[in-house]
Every structure is written in structure tokens, then in C-alpha cells.
């Protein structure tokens, strides 16, 4: 495990960058479940910018009764707790939500940080034209025309210090639909002044550019280095084409491209040039593969008996259906990876052979099944992954825990992975799964922040982000896994390995990406072995327990070794930092 507070490549003399994230519309409990594992796990400093869709949240002391003047459901909003000081607020389209997760001083207290975050928002409304922002003696927030008649709030501000460890932070009113505040709220539990946003006060900027300045700002105040220049490292989901500055906010905010239908060759394209990836310079599906990516094929007679067992139970295994490169390989090693749910997938992400027809009806007896033949090649670590299964109210996550149920009752000394989806973020859809406790929890992330809309139309960044984040605070060892080779740059893989560790998560695994067909996301390059070996060092220097490299790794490769790699004994689990094995 890591013991130093220093990102890779840096000295105890350098300074620390400000991770920036700007995610998109993301779901309050998907947002805080994120920053959650973040304030918990990580040690680097995280600045999270998004915008939430319609939700009221509250602090410990709200007057619900009071404060409160709607049916929060009747206006499309939810309502949600949350840890933090202050009264109800709203966060909703418009408004950019800032959840600065920061290494303070104690002795700064959470007092001390609210004025810095205060004095941050000063700072960018003066930049943006709004030269009469400030603090309100007695009130947290910015405020315009302070001490005035027509003093009136235009950002919210609650925060919660611990341990020298800071979450929640800032909503800034952009474009924001100001009724959610004045007639449906107690804004802040402030009902004498009024609230208002920079499309009010006249100030005509984009949300893209409001970002871009509290990033710069915020780097500035949060992590500047000698000289006072701030040293920031960002990552977006996709906003806007880097050539020539077309908006992406639909790709952003989960509008954009999200058919269930079959990619062909032209939409697969043009996704990825709306994340800024040039196809026109990709490779060819006709373009040799090195000779590192030629796996070596060995039908020989485990491999053929494996085959025979799960033919024989109708079974459906991912090695097959995915077009694994190592099937041969974990084959003949008496170990593969099951498919359940069915062989039919309700998504149509752009980098994957799997089925996309309509699904049918979960098996009954698929369970039992899975069990048999798990005994019957006698496993030690069984892998069990699924299709997305969108059409099923829990997204198949109860069919997934009855599976990992029968197992145990089956061959009880076996230990189980599950590689789920993400259940469209649904909280109580993924603790059917957690409460089974599966002995890893695989969820992947797949590729960079940029491209997952791209990628992955109907999946998001932050979404997967929040299933490991859950996964960790349900206290399971987690996994997750990505592709190099779609476009990315190696300053954004070293970004996302940063994140993943910062949340906690165990294992990951890096394999290249390996276009299935012509109708299928180009291939953008083919990483080298050397390039492989450095991310494995660069992860686990962050603090991630096992990093699993190579250019044929794929999510289940070597998955018995990855997770006797972060699992010990109980007896010394106090002295050694790592996750133990449930």
C-alpha cells in the first residue's frame, strides 16, 4: 500500500495536483456515493463539478415542516439526507454543483474551510463580471449586494470536515430554474432573502466556461506550487469536439446517443470523433496484430472436457460469446467465466461481440446449473459475469445473487466473483447483490472519462465510479478493469488509475482493446508491453492492491491469482493494510 501523500513521478517537494472531474448530470446518491469513498479511502485532492438532476437535500437540523412547501415527487424531484451542515437546499439543471474533497488543516476547522470555499466562488463571479459577490456576515454562501436592500444568495454552501478530510461543498446558480427555490422551498431555511443566478443577473455564460474558470481558480487557491500557479489534473466526460468546439453537453449530461440497436460501422465513428479521437488516423481491422497479440490456441483434452460440461448443462460462458483471446489458455487451466442472465445483452456498447437481440426470460433453473457444473470441475475461484439486463426491474442482480447462493451450497470452499453492470445505478437493485457477498465484486469502468459516452452510450463515468464506490462501503473486495487502445492519452489512463485508487478499489485490470468486427469501435492504436508494465507500477504506487496488465489481459484473467493478491490471513489483517476476504 501506498504510505506517502505524492502522486507518481512526484517528490515530497512538489506539489500534489487538484484532481478536477467535471461528470455531468449525475444522480445526488450516485454523486455521494462517489465522494463518499473519496473523503473515506483517498488521499489525493479531488475537485467533483456536475450538475444534479432535481433533488432536495437537507441537513441534520432542517425543519422539514417549515422549510419544506412541496411534494417533492409532484415537482419530479426527489428528496434526500445528507451528512452535512446547513439547511434544504435544491440542486437541478443549470446549476453547477462543486464537491471539493481536500486535505485541510484541523486546526482551519470547517469554519475556516466554508470562507475558502466562499472566497473561491467570490473569486469566479468577479472574474465573470459580477463584481458585487461576497460573504453575508452570519449567513454561509455568496451573496450579491450584501448589506444592502437588495442583498440576495446566487450559491449554497454546506460542508463536513473530518479527521483533516473535507466533502460537500458548493451549488452555483448558472441558468438554474429559480421556482424549485422560491415556491417550492425554504431556501437554506432563509426565507427572508431572496435567491438568484447568473442568467438573472444578466451575465450570459455558458456553463462550459463556468467550469473552466472555477477549475483554474480553484487549482489556484487549492494547489499552487511555488511559484503560485495552480497545479491541476483534469478530466471530462466529453463537452465539446477539440477541433472545432461543436457542444457535446447531450454526450455530458447522459442525453446524447444511447440506442439499444445494433452499431454499425458509421455511428461507432462518429462517436468517438464527438470525443475527439481522430478514426480517420486508427488502424485498419485488416492491420496485422503484433506478435504479443497473438495469443497461443491449445485444444487439447481439459479444454475439450470443459467444453463438453458446459455444453452439456447449456451453459453460456463469456470466454466464448466475447471472443476472449485467452480461452485457451484459462481453459486448460480447468477455469472459465460464466455468462449468466442469458446470451442476449439490452445494451449496444460499441466495443463488444455479445448479442444484442431481445433478451429472454431469466432461467429458473440457471442457478443450479451454474452450481453443477462449478462442482463438477472443482474450482477453487469461480468467476460469474452477466449480460445488462435493463428490462428487469433490478437489472438481474437478484438472478446474479441466487447464483452466487447456489454455489456456496454446492462447493462451499469455492470463492465467487461476480462482474455485474451497473443496474442503471439503482442503490437497492445492487445490495440484492452485496447482501449474497461475493468474495470479489467486479465492475468495469471500461475506458476514460472522455470516452464513455462513446464507449459505452447507455453506461457513464460516474456511474460506475459510484457501483465500486458502493461496493467498498458494503465492505467487499472490489475490481474493476479498462481497455487501452480506444483513443486515450496516457496522462488520462494515469488520471482514471488515480481515481479508481482514490476510491478504494483492489484490483484492476488493463488489457488492449481488440476490435470483434468491422461494425465495431476502431482500433486507435496498439499499446506495447513496456507501456502495459508502467501502468501496472503506476497503480499499484497509487495504493491499488493488484494491477493485472498485459496486452491480452481481459477481466477474469488470472482472477484466483489477482485475489489471493489482496487477501490475508485474519490473524495478521490488523497489521497489514488490506482488504480481507469475507
Known amino acids: 500500500m501506498r504510505d506517502d501523500r505524492f502522486s507518481w513521478g512526484q517528490t ?3 506539489t500534489a495536483p487538484l484532481r478536477v472531474r467535471w461528470l455531468g448530470s449525475v444522480p445526488y446518491r450516485e454523486a455521494l456515493a462517489v465522494q463518499t469513498s473519496l473523503f473515506e479511502h483517498g488521499i489525493d485532492q479531488h475537485l467533483l463539478l456536475l ?56 486546526v482551519l476547522g470547517a469554519t475556516g474551510h466554508v470562507c475558502g470555499v466562499e472566497g473561491l466562488i467570490i473569486d469566479v463571479l468577479i472574474e465573470l463580471g459580477v463584481p458585487n459577490a461576497s460573504r453575508l456576515n452570519g449567513y454561509a454562501g455568496v451573496w450579491l449586494d450584501a448589506g444592502t436592500a437588495r442583498e440576495r444568495k446566487i450559491c449554497a454552501i454546506g460542508v463536513r470536515l473530518k479527521k483533516g478530510r473535507t466533502m460537500h461543498g458548493f451549488a452555483l446558480n448558472v441558468t438554474t430554474d429559480l421556482t424549485y427555490m422560491r415556491d417550492h422551498i425554504v431556501p437554506c431555511g432563509i426565507g427572508d432573502k431572496p435567491v438568484t443566478s447568473l442568467a438573472e443577473e444578466g451575465v450570459d455564460v455558458s456553463m462550459a466556461d463556468v467550469v473552466d474558470v472555477v477549475a483554474r481558480l480553484a487549482a489556484d487557491r487549492w494547489a499552487a506550487d511555488a511559484e503560485g500557479r495552480g497545479v491541476a489534473e483534469r478530466q471530462d466526460v ?11 453537453a447531450a454526450f455530458s449530461r447522459g442525453e446524447g446517443p444511447g440506442e439499444q440497436v445494433k452499431l454499425v460501422s458509421a455511428r461507432a465513428a462518429g462517436r468517438l470523433e464527438a470525443a475527439g479521437v481522430d478514426v480517420a488516423a486508427g488502424l485498419s481491422i485488416e492491420t496485422r496484430k503484433p506478435d504479443w497479440l497473438r495469443p497461443k490456441v491449445n485444444l487439447g483434452p481439459e479444454v475439450l472436457e470443459l467444453k463438453k460440461t458446459v ?24 477455469t472459465a467465466t460464466f455468462m449468466v442472465l442469458g446470451e442476449r445483452c439490452t445494451r449496444a456498447c460499441g466495443f463488444c461481440l455479445v448479442d444484442t437481440r431481445k433478451p429472454m426470460l431469466p432461467a429458473d433453473d440457471e442457478p443450479a446449473r451454474v452450481a453443477e457444473a462449478i462442482d463438477r470441475m472443482a474450482l477453487d475461484h469461480a468467476v460469474l459475469t452477466m449480460v445488462a439486463r435493463d428490462d428487469l426491474a433490478d437489472g438481474g442482480m437478484a438472478h ?21 453492470s451497473d443496474a442503471k445505478g439503482d442503490e437497492a437493485s445492487l445490495e440484492l447483490l452485496f447482501a449474497s457477498r461475493p468474495d470479489v465484486m467486479n465492475h468495469n469502468v471500461e475506458t476514460v472519462a472522455r470516452l464513455q459516452r462513446a464507449v459505452r452510450p447507455s453506461a457513464g463515468y460516474a456511474r460506475s465510479l459510484s457501483v465500486l464506490a458502493r461496493a467498498k462501503q458494503a465492505g467487499l473486495i472490489t475490481k474493476t478493469g479498462f481497455m487501452a487502445g480506444l483513443g486515450e492519452t496516457d496522462d488520462e489512463i494515469v488520471g482514471l488509475l488515480a481515481d479508481i485508487a482514490n476510491l478504494g478499489v483492489d484490483i484492476v485490470t488493463i488489457g488492449q482493446y481488440l476490435r470483434p468486427t468491422s461494425n465495431h469501435l476502431p482500433i486507435a492504436r496498439y499499446a506495447d508491453p513496456a507501456e502495459f508494465d508502467r501502468w501496472k507500477q503506476i497503480g499499484e504506487s497509487f495504493g491499488i492492491g493488484h494491477v493485472e496488465a498485459s496486452p491480452l489481459t481481459r477481466s477474469s484473467y488470472h482472477a484466483k491469482q489477482a485475489s489471493d493478491a489482496v487477501t ?15
Open 51 to 106: 450538475e444534479h438532476p432535481h433533488v432536495f437535500t437537507y441537513g441534520r437540523t432542517t425543519d422539514l415542516t417549515t422549510n419544506l412547501k412541496c411534494e417533492p415527487a409532484a415537482v419530479g424531484a426527489e428528496l434526500i439526507a445528507a451528512k452535512r451542515g446547513g439547511d434544504i437546499t435544491y440542486h437541478g439543471p443549470g446549476q453547477l454543483v462543486g464537491y471539493p474533497i481536500l486535505n485541510v488543516n484541523n
Open 568 to 582: 490475508v490471513p485474519v490473524a495478521v489483517a490488523a497489521a497489514v493494510p488490506v482488504s480481507i476476504s469475507l
Open 400 to 420: 446474479v445473487a441466487a447464483c452466487v447462493e447456489a454455489i456456496r451450497c454446492r462447493r462451499p470452499s469455492a470463492n465467487i466473483e461476480t462482474l455485474i
Open 238 to 248: 466529453a463537452w465539446k469536439h477539440p477541433a472545432d468546439g461543436r457542444d457535446l
Open 12 to 14: 515530497p517537494t512538489e
Open 311 to 334: 455444453r452439456s448443462l447449456d451453459l453460456v460462458t463469456v470466454c466464448e460469446d466475447a471472443g476472449c483471446p485467452n480461452l485457451s489458455d484459462c481453459w486448460s487451466d480447468g
